[in-house]
């Protein structure tokens, strides 16, 4: 028997009034999977990142992780099983420390131990160049560091997969190529990624895998090379 | 039975006007500033002691007081709104929810005690606007109550007509949709804001002055309503003029058939302003964020 | 703990024991009213302040605890220091309970619905009259048998100290963090892994039950229990004693809260004008010092000691 996927959906669906911003989605993504989701804006991207990690709802279908299904569980859940995620519009813990951001994921943890979460939080800090900023308040960091930071506070939970909503928007070149590097750094680790952008470029160079959404329904998935030629996406894309 | 039915639905309405003049004047407020005047009951009973002391320290009439008091309460919101809430609109200023909060509270508390000393702590009665009541049959109700609700009605009226019809209207509806836009259409948001505070604090006045005949005027009598007026803007939906006058009526006329109604006559005015704060419980745990969730959803 | 802590946590625990036999009666009253504030203002602003939720209803758990505890006592003859451990898990019970009610309600909203909480509450004790007392207030046995104040002093002060060294122990654990990361960013402290919905229903249950634990030692202290303790104007003066002190700091909270009851009792021949004046305070620390009055002092005056003890260390005389 095969292994099931780290997670899927089946059926997945969301509406907002009258509009369905997911549905009936079937995806899965296998563990050490790096995997692009794109599509044009409103296609429902950012909803399927909420409704698989518990920050919205499901109207109807399913989300398994591991086989074992967890829709309807809050956020929380999901993070305490290994699901990470940054969003769209950095969301920060702004007038706390950047190494108190860094321990709430950590000890929020089953049998977390104070000392050994915070020696975690100065090895992710160390990796991701904000060591020196300890202290600061997030409030305080650039618009990059804050990026950063919320990736490092999504590696705190240890997680299996992660989902990164939009990690290019808005970033200066220099830092594009630094996130590129540490996620693919962290994908050879052995972490999963779903990535979720619109720079194609960025995309193109980190992922194998992408999966296309068009009005929330799902037009494309599969290598890379296949999507990019496959005529129903380039019809999604140029707006026909 | 039925002529008592009919008499306090009719207080109920009167009262509905009141509670509806002061709640579109927390929902203007809101719609701009993005703040709850937890001060706004205050600002009513101010309105009413304005009148009062029009009527009997100028000897104006008492119709005409009324609009008097419209006038100064109108000032008194608008210093009030330049010596504490300009803060609100500085870009680098964190936690204006918080900020919103906790200076109207501190202000109703400072106007509340500081009423008792200006115009201690006995009820005060300014004379009626017409004495003796109107008799239809089984119905009586006073003139001064007819004049309260009429009147009240006719400001609501003004005011649709100036939120809808008016240059200056329209630039208020302008900034409350869209700060930034409106700016570069050329309006001033940060007047528009200054004039959304004097605007809510004359309609609250114009309440308190208008009801002063009937119910006398204490420096505790914004209490009942502040709260109520948040039930109303709740109920009605915020921003939505029309709403909170229906609401407001509605909300009077259930709370006079509520005591009307109670079978246990003593307990029944005690419990009527429980009442209405009930129902916004209520609405509150339905409608967590009241009508106007996506607004709150904007602020901060 | 640094030096200078260590150093005034001393100086104040000796003044504290001491403070009985420097003053008179009526001021050692004074004193044991203003650490009843003081419980109620530090645990407003546990949940105002490091939580997020403010809470304009917190007066309606010191009347819960105190009119649990009194009911008790008059009605099935309680003894009363079951009866305050009583009025302790009623309020936190009850606050949990409005704690979970407005799980989905933030800011202004909360602010309101803890508001009209409070006023229900109030309606019914003036009007539930024959097992409260009504406006008239209900009468409640003594706790002490003594000719003075002396061992309320001492019970207060053990309470005051246990309540807010605990508090402070909490907010520095890791429920603390929870908390102040459930204030500055649900939605963030959620995808953290942050159990929100037990957190935010803990602060409430921990807050009100503080506060409840306050009105239970009110209650006997003063003998006779009002609706008057839910009224707004008292939560007023509990938030203007919290924004002075510094709504973030809990020692500088209790600060404000005794300073403020002994301004209240020395502007007594002003009559109402205290009120006024508090009014005023709040709005003028609130419009011009938004971090309180006594906790920055406090931490300026400790860095002006520390910079004169550096100097006086290194003896040089610039």
């Known amino acids: 028997m095969a292994m099931p996927a780290l997670i899927e959906t089946r059926g997945l669906s969301k509406h907002f009034g009258g509009i369905f911003a997911v549905d009936r989605l079937d995806f899965a993504v296998n563990a050490g999977e790096l995997v692009g989701l794109i599509g044009p804006n409103g296609s429902g991207k950012t909803t399927t990142i909420n409704l698989l990690t518990g920050h919205l709802k499901i109207d109807a279908g399913q989300v398994r992780l591991r086989g074992e299904r967890v829709d309807g569980a809050a956020a929380s859940v999901f993070a305490a099983r290994g699901v990470g995620r940054t969003f769209q519009i950095t969301q920060l813990f702004s007038r706390m420390s950047v190494i108190e951001n860094m321990l709430v994921p950590g000890l929020a943890r089953a049998h977390a131990e104070k000392r050994v979460v915070l020696g975690e939080a100065r090895k992710h800090l160390e990796f991701l160049g904000l060591a020196s900023l300890e202290t600061l308040q997030a409030k305080n960091l650039s618009g990059g560091q804050q990026k950063l930071l919320e990736l490092g506070r999504a590696l705190m939970l240890k997680p299996e997969i992660l989902f990164l909503d939009e990690p290019f928007a808005g970033v200066n070149p220099y830092l594009r190529d630094e996130i590129i590097g540490f996620v693919k750094t962290l994908h050879e680790a052995g972490r999963t990624f779903v990535i979720v952008d619109h720079d194609l470029d960025a995309i193109q160079r980190l992922v194998h895998r992408l999966v296309v959404m068009s009005r929330g329904k799902k037009i494309a998935d599969g290598p890379l090379a296949e999507v990019r030629t496959n005529p129903a996406v380039i019809t999604a894309y140029s707006g026909v | 039975m039925l002529d008592y039915f009919l008499i306090q639905s009719a207080n109920g309405i009167v009262i509905g006007v009141i509670y509806a003049l002061i709640a579109t004047g927390l929902t203007i407020i809101f719609a701009l500033l993005k703040i709850v005047n937890f001060a706004h009951g205050e600002l009513y009973m101010m309105g009413g002691y304005f009148g009062y002391y029009v009527i009997t320290l100028a000897g104006v009439p008492p119709l005409p007081a009324v609009v008097a008091a419209m006038a100064i309460s109108f000032a008194f919101a608008v210093a009030i709104e330049r010596g504490l809430l300009t803060p609100l609109y500085s870009p680098g200023m964190e936690r204006k929810s918080d900020y919103g909060i906790l200076i109207t509270f501190g202000l109703a508390v400072f106007l509340r005690n500081i009423a008792i000393i200006i115009f201690g702590p006995f009820p005060l009665r300014p004379p009626s606007f017409f004495d003796g009541d109107l008799v239809l049959g089984g119905l009586i109700i006073s003139y001064d109550r007819l004049v309260a609700a009429g009147g009240g009605l006719l400001i609501l009226v003004l005011l649709i007509f100036f939120l809808n019809r008016t240059v200056w209207g329209q630039a208020l509806n302008a900034v409350s949709q869209s700060r930034e836009s409106a700016s570069i259409v050329g309006i001033n948001s940060e007047r528009m804001y200054m004039f959304a505070f004097g605007l809510g604090g004359a309609l609250a006045g114009g309440a308190g002055a208008l009801v002063a005949p009937i119910y006398s005027l204490s420096p505790s009598m914004g209490l009942v309503p502040d709260t109520q007026a948040f039930v109303i803007v709740i109920l009605g939906g915020l921003g939505s003029v029309s709403g909170s006058i229906i609401a407001g009526i509605l909300l009077g006329l259930s709370e006079n058939l509520f005591i009307a109604f109670l079978p246990d006559p003593n307990r029944g005015p005690s419990y009527a302003n429980a009442f209405g704060l009930f129902i916004m419980m209520l609405v509150l745990l339905f409608r967590p964020t009241g009508i106007f969730g996506r607004h709150h959803a904007a602020m901060e | ?318």
């Not at chain 3, 150093?7 to 403070?19: K, N, P």
């Not at chain 3, 122990?169 to 953290?192: C, D, H, K, P, T």
């Not at chain 3, 920055?296 to 040089?316: D, E, F, H, K, S």
Request: hydrophobic fraction near 60%; aromatic fraction near 10%.
């Open chain 3, 1 to 318: 703990m640094r030096a200078p802590d260590i150093l005034l946590s001393l100086l104040l625990a000796g003044l504290a024991a001491a403070f009985p036999f420097l003053v008179n009666a009526y001021w050692l009253h004074v004193m044991i009213i203003g650490m009843i504030y003081a419980i109620i203002a530090a645990s407003w602003s546990l949940l105002a302040g490091f939580a997020g939720q403010f809470s304009f209803g917190h007066v309606a758990f010191v009347a819960i605890g105190g009119y649990t505890a009194g009911i008790l006592a008059v009605s099935l003859h309680v003894p009363l220091p079951l009866g305050m451990l009583a009025g302790i898990v009623a309020a936190a019970l009850i606050g949990a309970g409005v704690g979970w009610t407005c799980l989905r309600m933030s800011g202004p909203y909360l602010a309101i619905f803890t508001m009209a909480f409070s006023e229900v509450l109030r309606i019914t004790i003036v009007t539930e009259n024959e097992i409260t007392g009504g406006p008239g207030g209900l009468n409640v046995p003594q706790l002490f048998h003594a000719q003075t104040d002396l061992p309320y002093y001492y019970l207060i002060l053990a309470l005051l100290v246990v309540s807010v060294v605990g508090m402070m122990l909490v907010l520095a654990s890791r429920w603390g963090l929870f908390f102040r990361a459930i204030r500055e960013n649900e939605q963030a402290a959620a995808a953290a892994g942050v159990k929100v919905t037990r957190f935010r229903i803990l602060a409430c249950a921990i807050a009100s039950g503080v506060a409840g634990l306050a009105g239970g030692f009110y209650a006997p202290y003063i003998g006779i229990l009002t609706p008057d303790v839910a009224s707004q104007d008292q939560m007023g003066l509990v938030v203007a004693m919290a924004i002075v002190g510094g709504v973030e700091t809990l020692p500088g909270v209790v600060a404000g809260a005794i300073a403020v009851e002994f301004m209240v009792e020395a502007l007594r021949s002003y009559g109402q004008w205290r009120l006024v004046l508090f009014g005023l305070l709040l709005l003028l620390t609130m419009r011009f010092a938004r971090n309180g009055l006594l906790a920055p002092g406090w931490l300026a005056i400790r860095r002006l000691a520390v910079l004169q003890g550096q100097r006086l260390i290194r003896g040089t005389a610039d």
